[in-house]
Nanobody, 127 residues
Framework: QVQLVESGGGLVQAGGSLRLSCTASGRTSNSLIMGWFRQAPGKEREFVSISDWSGGTTYYAASVKGRFTISRDNSKNTVSLQMDSLKPEDTAVYYC????????????????????WGQGTQVTVSS
């Protein structure tokens, strides 16, 4: 089992910045794919950004590319999401997700592929 604990989030005006962090504990001896999804009220959970186990390959949703940056520190089992130029449409509960790295190197982007989830942290962007 892997436990994920998120921090960060909050209320910010449009154009502002926030930083989310997620720390993994438990069975972290296996390399972990880690990243972020979000869910707005009345909408399905959607992919935001994922990092492969090394941090060398990252993926972003088109809606956040160029504004959000994912990074990780494997010595601390953490992944962070720097969110700049925030927009009201970024308002959602943000969830950290993780899974063991595949031997094939494939990094899934679908929420259904991830067995480990944090509790979620609210991000609200006011206009």
């Amino acid at each position: 089992q892997v436990q994920l604990v998120e921090s960060g989030g909050g209320l910010v005006q449009a154009g502002g910045s926030l930083r989310l962090s997620c720390t993994a504990s438990g069975r972290t001896s296996n390399s972990l794919i880690m990243g972020w999804f979000r869910q707005a009220p009345g909408k399905e959970r959607e992919f935001v950004s994922i990092s492969d186990w090394s941090g060398g390959t990252t993926y972003y949703a088109a809606s956040v590319k160029g504004r959000f940056t994912i990074s990780r520190d494997n010595s601390k089992n953490t992944v962070s999401l720097q969110m700049d130029s925030l927009k009201p449409e970024d308002t959602a509960v943000y969830y950290c997700a993780a899974d063991s790295a595949r031997l094939t190197g494939f990094t899934p982007l679908a929420a259904s592929e991830y067995p480990y989830w944090g509790q979620g942290t609210q991000v609200t962007v006011s206009s």
